[in-house]
């Protein structure tokens, strides 16, 4: 038995496990996915916008180099992987595999089901499938708790500095649906960001209100015009709302179960 256990460590040291993959990320939805389920050392580098204010995973960004996403400043750092949701642009996939590197493109979930195939996506790509899946597990048992203890059906309305709504095919969509409200753009068959006007809302005017980007610094010379209308200015300011964090909302991935549950506790 000894002899078998010595003859099973050299066999192990003459043939070591081979290292984890090194990867960059080419934008910021792309950072969020890496910072969260790679080690340390196997983060090259992140994109220009890792540290910014809507960058939820900004304080694990700290230290990294930054990259444009570009064939030069990518192949000097040659990662074994590049991540990337639309970073690099169309022919990111041609660009980046020319030097040897898998190219690993993130979908654009509309659910939290998409979010869970990014999740395993890319914990598969980085040899962490263990991390991925806990994280998918975390989500999966506060989605189940909000689903238990939240079913209000007070009629949501999604409402951003740009005067657009979210519709159905959203994150925010499912955030709202997570929270037990139902979105009023969804409802009246409107998908992804239709436009909002003040009229639609002072004839219609919702339970509740889910702020987004209103608290970013991007976005304080965006203020929608028609909410400065003073009819509206007293509704919005009347009815009860929730202002969400930029960095909850600026891209789909896990933290939208962080949405769910401010717009659930805003609502009771």
């Not at 400043?73 to 590197?101: H, M, S, Y």
Request: hydrophobic residues 45%.
């Amino acid at each position: 038995m000894i002899r078998l256990t010595v003859f099973l460590l050299a066999l192990a040291a003459a043939f070591p496990a081979a290292a984890s993959p090194r990867a960059v990320s080419l934008d910021y939805c792309a950072d969020q996915y890496l910072l969260k389920l790679a080690d340390k050392t196997q983060v090259l580098a992140v994109s220009r916008g890792a540290d910014k204010d809507f960058s939820h995973m900004r304080d694990k960004a700290a230290g990294h180099e930054q990259i444009r996403p570009s064939r030069e400043e990518v192949f000097a750092l040659a990662p074994d992987l590049v991540l990337r949701q639309w970073g690099g642009g169309a022919n990111a996939e041609k660009n980046f595999t020319a030097f040897g590197a898998r190219v690993v493109s993130l979908g654009y979930p509309e659910d939290f089901d998409g979010v869970k195939d990014n999740i395993r996506l890319v914990a598969d790509a980085l040899d962490q499938e263990p991390r991925g899946e806990a994280l998918i597990a975390d989500m999966e048992a506060r989605l189940d708790a909000l689903a238990r203890d939240n079913d209000s059906k007070k009629r949501a309305l999604y409402v951003t500095p740009g005067g657009v709504t979210a519709g159905a095919h959203t994150m925010i969509d499912a955030a709202i649906n997570a929270a037990g409200l139902v979105n009023i753009a969804a409802q009246e068959g409107k998908s992804y960001w239709p436009s909002l006007s003040a009229e639609e809302v002072l004839l219609a005017p919702p339970d509740f209100i889910v702020g987004g980007f209103f608290v970013s610094r991007d976005q304080d010379i965006n203020h929608w015009s028609a909410a400065r209308h003073p009819a509206l200015k007293k509704l919005l300011a009347e009815t009860p709302s929730v202002q969400l964090p930029a960095d909850i909302v600026s891209c789909a991935a896990w933290f939208a179960v962080d949405a769910a549950e401010m717009i659930a506790k805003g609502a009771e």
